[in-house]
């Protein structure tokens, strides 16, 4: 109980004294980490919630998949228009290139990272995990199926592999250089 705490909000003191008592908890005030994050009982702005929300949803298929360019333009745009506030009803006009927005924080920008570059280096975590022979169910399954004694780079996608497959093989040279 040492740990615990409650927090409460929109109680007169004397329900709230009654509920620490009754738990034996003690009252918990904002700021406070949980799981080594911060929480705040302040409403979030439109900048965190792009960081923490927006860009996690396009993150976990955009890690194992080469996200087509109309999505990767559809999130980006999605992420400017909530970031100006802009909406189907109400237009507004973006006080800085998304490109700006996209640099990180020491060079002006706020450090947002762009879907299609996201997906780019996620996936390409995935060739240098071959290139590196990681120990993988999946990477075991590459090297025997389509890279067998070549190695990552030097290999080319035959023409009859997946489609994936063929993907991963056209980020190479982006990795490279």
Not at 1 to 11: I, V, Y
Not at 42 to 59: D, M, N
Not at 165 to 171: D, F, Q
Request: glycine share 8%; proline share 3%.
């Amino acid at each position: 109980m040492d740990k615990s705490s409650l927090f409460l909000a929109g109680l007169t003191e004397q329900v709230k004294e009654q509920l620490l008592a009754i738990t034996g908890f003690t009252q918990g005030n904002f700021p406070i980490r949980y799981l080594g994050l911060p929480l705040t009982s302040k409403r979030w702005g439109r900048l965190q919630v792009i960081l923490a929300v927006l860009f996690s949803i396009h993150s976990f298929c955009g890690s194992v998949f080469i996200l087509p360019q109309s999505v990767v333009k559809e999130v980006d745009k999605k992420c400017r228009e909530y970031l100006w506030g802009s909406n189907e009803v109400k237009r507004k006009v973006s006080l800085v290139s998304w490109k700006k927005v996209c640099f990180p924080k020491r060079q002006g920008g706020l450090n947002i990272k762009g879907c299609g570059k996201w997906n780019v280096a996620s996936v390409g975590k995935l060739l240098w995990q071959l290139a590196m022979r990681k120990e993988s169910l999946w990477m075991k399954w590459v090297h025997g199926i389509y890279i067998k004694a070549d190695t990552v780079w030097s290999h080319r996608a035959p023409v009859d592999s997946s489609w994936y497959w063929r993907k991963i093989n056209s980020l190479k040279d982006k990795m490279q250089h």
